[in-house]
């Protein structure tokens, strides 16, 4: 990427144990920077997958965020782009005519909570906070609190011009009126800061979490959140449970094929891998090929939107670390973990990284928690510890056949913050948690 400044505008130029036997199975242009805002939107039909909230450009240099409401977002500088993204690394290029075809919704603004603003011909500082609302921070004291001894370097100007993207709310004169970190935090796309999509629920830290996928289901037990799969749950047992105040995230593999499932026969042999070591009519998938696999895995998620999922467990997204029949890189791994991220926040449903330790570092900003299977007796759990920093639930199984029980799982799990319980490896309705 390189910026070609001029007076008013920056035009942007795109130049531009393993894991696999930690999983587990239920049984048998214009101005600046432009950007379109996808939210809930109708897929463009390109060489391309592209979905709602995805960074799209056409041949020309302007970048647009896609919405859930088939529009696209403007962003008015490079200023504006950078509060939300950190490089150009996600961009999908569309043909002219699609671009064309896809009406612009209006400009976005700063991510909240991340720079203070102002426009030039008004000396006020502002805070932004959630859906563009500039709140007037009325000392340099309670700025340096809210935004360091540097604060007046996280000072942008607004052009006048764009300052009617804004509104003015109420004015912050303590530093208990207004947290950054909240306000950022919140603000976790741009679809939600656009209002185009409700805010989506995800775990909170230290729930209760209980997975079935054998035998008749138990709702005696009781728990903040079950994971059930998603084949075999009925939507009147998933509403059923929401009208106990209970949340549910709904299991599939979307890394491999397997031959019990209602759709197995909408896969392509060209897809299809090697098997699963120990997993009998289980293959790997070729993750690569979204233009073949994503058309299937989106027919998925839309089933599990409509059967009332509030969340997504997606199991074997570590197919890159097996012998799956295909030159699987980390990379590959990477930009399919994405795509899966994308399609659940697309749908307004929370998604969890399954393992896959190895890539939290890249795959943390996109997940909104992550589900653990034997990382106490394997020894890798210390590597998933910045879930809970980002303020994101971490739930620990450990399996009875293991050898695992809660007098040496609990103590460190407690103090790494963790959720943590023992299952049968056949995940029925039994269960132990740390308490």
């Excluded at 994101?392 to 293991?402: G, H, L, M, P, R």
């Amino acid at each position: 990427m390189s910026f070609i400044f001029s007076k008013t505008h920056v035009n942007l130029m795109l130049t531009s144990m393993p894991h696999f036997l930690r999983k587990y199975r239920p049984l048998p242009a214009l101005f600046a920077l432009s950007a379109v805002l996808l939210i809930a939107a109708p897929r463009v039909h390109s060489a391309t997958f592209v979905v709602s909230g995805n960074l799209i450009k056409g041949p020309m240099e302007a970048v647009y965020y896609y919405g859930q409401n088939g529009k696209r977002f403007v962003f008015p500088n490079s200023k504006t782009y950078f509060s939300w993204y950190t490089d150009f690394s996600t961009v999908k290029t569309i043909t002219a005519a699609e671009l064309a075809s896809i009406p612009i919704g209006g400009n976005v603004t700063y991510r909240p909570g991340v720079k203070l603003v102002k426009i030039t011909t008004d000396p006020k500082v502002y805070a932004v906070a959630a859906h563009g609302v500039l709140r007037w921070v009325k000392t340099e004291e309670v700025a340096q609190t809210l935004y360091g001894l540097q604060w007046s370097k996280q000072v942008d100007d607004i052009p006048d011009t764009f300052f009617i993207n804004y509104t003015v709310g109420a004015d912050i004169g303590s530093i208990s009126d207004f947290s950054p970190a909240m306000e950022t935090l919140a603000a976790k796309d741009i679809n939600l800061e656009k209002g185009l999509i409700t805010s989506r629920w995800s775990p909170k830290l230290n729930s209760t979490f209980q997975l079935q996928f054998a035998g008749d289901f138990d709702a005696s037990i009781d728990a903040d959140v079950y994971d059930l799969d998603l084949f075999g749950t009925s939507p009147e047992t998933i509403s059923a449970l929401h009208a106990k105040g209970k949340h549910v995230v709904c299991y599939t593999s979307v890394g491999t094929w397997e031959n019990w499932r209602p759709d197995k026969d909408a896969f392509p042999p060209v897809v299809i891998g090697k098997d699963v070591a120990g997993w009998p009519g289980e293959k790997w998938l070729d993750i690569r090929r979204l233009d073949l696999l994503g058309p299937i895995l989106k027919n998925r998620f839309d089933s599990a939107k409509a059967k009332g999922c509030d969340a997504l467990d997606p199991d074997n997204v570590d197919g890159f670390n097996a012998d799956s029949g295909f030159p699987l890189t980390s990379g590959d791994q990477i930009v399919f973990n994405k795509w899966i991220a994308e399609q659940a926040h697309g749908q307004g449903m929370s998604i969890g990284l399954k393992n896959n330790s190895e890539q939290v570092g890249a795959l943390l900003p996109e997940f909104d928690w992550t589900l653990l299977e034997s990382c106490h007796v394997q020894g890798w759990c210390e590597q998933v510890t910045p879930f809970i920093s980002a303020g994101k639930a971490v739930f620990q199984i450990e399996y009875t056949d293991s050898s695992a029980t809660l007098e040496g799982i609990c103590p460190a799990a407690k103090k790494r913050g963790f959720s943590a319980f023992l299952k049968h490896r056949n995940l029925d309705a039994w269960v132990q948690r740390c308490m």
